[in-house]
C-alpha cells in the first residue's frame, strides 16, 4: 500500500489561521499589531518573491509589514545601521534579512547582528545556543514546520530512531536538535557517512535536506518509516526534493510531497514566530 501523504499546504493553512486568530486576540487584548520587517538588497528575482510572499501572508494574518528594500550597492554600513534602527523599534517584532546578499555584504555576519528576541528565522548564534541547551527561544521555521507536520500526523518521536541526512545550520542540525529535545534517537548523516543506505534503512523517521534530487531510494526506506523531504531541486522535468518520491511512496508509511510537503511551512511558522516574538517583548 502507498504511504500516506502529508499535505504540508493544508497543514500551513491552518497554522495561518491559528496565528491570525492570535494576533486578533491580541490587538483585542490592547496591544499593537505585531510587526515584521524584511530587508533586502539588491534586485535578486527569487529572493524578491520571497519577500513579497512573507508580507503578503503577514499582511493576510494581521501582522503589520515593514518591507525594507535596498539598491544592490548599498554600503554594508548602511544596512547595518538599518538592522540596528530595526532591533531598537518597539512596532518591530520580528526581522529577517533575505539571503542571499551581494558579495560586498556579510549576510551571515549581518544576520547574527539581528536581536535574538527579534530573531524570527531562528538563525542567530544566541537563538543556536537556546535551541541545543533546550532553553526558550525562537525557533529555525523551517526546522519548526517540519516538526509540526510530525506533530499533526501524531508521529511517535519519543524513543524512536530517527536519521537527519544533511548537517546545514539552516535545517540539518536544528532539526536534529529538535528531535532529539523530543526523545528520538536522532543519527545525523553527510558527506562522510559510511553505508549511508543501511543507516538511513534504520530510520522509523527520516529527514532528507542534502539538496540532491532524488538522492534517497526506496531500498534506502524502512518499510512503514515516515519521510520528510525538505529539498527543494530544480531540473528539467521541474521541482524534485532529495527523495525519489513515486519509488518511496511504495514503502513508506507517511511522505511529504515536494512541492506542497515542507515548503509551505517554512512561512506559517515564520508568522508564528513572530507573534511569539510580540507576546516575549510584552512580557
Known amino acids: 500500500m502507498a504511504a500516506a501523504l502529508i499535505d504540508g499546504k493544508a497543514i500551513a493553512a491552518q497554522v495561518r489561521a491559528e496565528v491570525a486568530a492570535g494576533v486578533a486576540e491580541w490587538v483585542a487584548a490592547g496591544h499593537r499589531p505585531p510587526g515584521l520587517a524584511t530587508v533586502l538588497v539588491g534586485e535578486d528575482a527569487a529572493s ?19 518591507d525594507h528594500r535596498l539598491a544592490a550597492d548599498t554600503p554594508e554600513a548602511e544596512v547595518r545601521a538599518l538592522i ?9 517584532a520580528g ?21 535574538p528576541e527579534k530573531d524570527v528565522d531562528g538563525l542567530t548564534a544566541v537563538s543556536a545556543g537556546r535551541l541545543v541547551k533546550g532553553a526558550p527561544g525562537l525557533r529555525p521555521c523551517t526546522p519548526a514546520g517540519v516538526m509540526e507536520l510530525l506533530r499533526r500526523h501524531d508521529v511517535v518521536l519519543e524513543g524512536a530512531e530517527a536519521v537527519v541526512l544533511g548537517r546545514s545550520e539552516l535545517v540539518g542540525k536544528p532539526v536534529a536538535s529538535l528531535l532529539l529535545a523530543a526523545n528520538a534517537t536522532v543519527t545525523t548523516c553527510h558527506s562522510r557517512t559510511r553505508d549511508l543506505p543501511e543507516v538511513c534503512r534504520r530510520a522509523d523517521v527520516l529527514v532528507a535536506a542534502v539538496g540532491r534530487a532524488r538522492m534517497v531510494r526506496a531500498d534506502w526506506v524502512k518499510p512503514g518509516a515516515t519521510v520528510i523531504d525538505v529539498g527543494t531541486n530544480r531540473t528539467e522535468a521541474g521541482l524534485a526534493g532529495d527523495v525519489d518520491f ?22 506559517a511558522m515564520l508568522l508564528r514566530n513572530t507573534l511569539t516574538a510580540a507576546s516575549l517583548a510584552a512580557s
Not at 542571499?100 to 555576519?109: F, K, L, N, R
Not at 514503502?251 to 512561512?267: C, D, K, N, Q
Open 95 to 115: 526581522i529577517l534579512l533575505q539571503l542571499p546578499t551581494p558579495p560586498h555584504i556579510d549576510g551571515s555576519a549581518l544576520s547574527g547582528e539581528i536581536s
Open 48 to 66: 524578491a518573491v520571497y519577500v513579497g510572499t512573507k508580507q503578503r501572508t503577514s499582511a493576510e494574518v494581521g501582522i503589520r509589514g515593514f
Open 246 to 267: 513515486d519509488a518511496v511512496r511504495e514503502v513508506a508509511g507517511l511522505i511529504t510531497p515536494v512541492p506542497g510537503g515542507v515548503g509551505p511551512m517554512t512561512v
Open 84 to 92: 540596528e534602527r530595526l532591533n531598537a523599534d518597539p512596532e518591530v
